[in-house]
């Protein structure tokens, strides 16, 4: 009895599969690089950021510390970069009180 013939192409199958395969990797290949930029560009803010805002006293711009009863005053200032040089500032102060 004779086989029957398939129609088949076993290696456009696989030329197939291989291709989805390379577009997947070229695909996170282009998200990765997005991502990178990403965090370039984070990390630049970052930067900007640190440079032009103080703060008085020097932890609040961290806003980390530990402090006990009593008030104290905390002021942000922000600056523009050259030729402009305007200058924001913001005051509060935090009380504390105690037991």
Known sequence: MPQPQ???????YETIQFKKILDCIELCMTIL???????YFLSFIICL???????D???AKNLET???????RITFR?????????????SLTLEIRGK
């Open 6 to 12: 398939t129609n088949v192409d076993w290696w456009r």
């Open 33 to 39: 690089v997005l991502l990178l930029y990403l965090i």
């Open 49 to 55: 950021f640190n440079r032009q805002v103080t703060s």
């Open 57 to 59: 006293p020097g932890w």
């Open 66 to 72: 530990e402090m006990g009863p009593g008030k104290q």
């Open 78 to 90: 922000a600056r523009t970069s050259a030729p402009q040089n305007n200058v924001a500032e913001c």
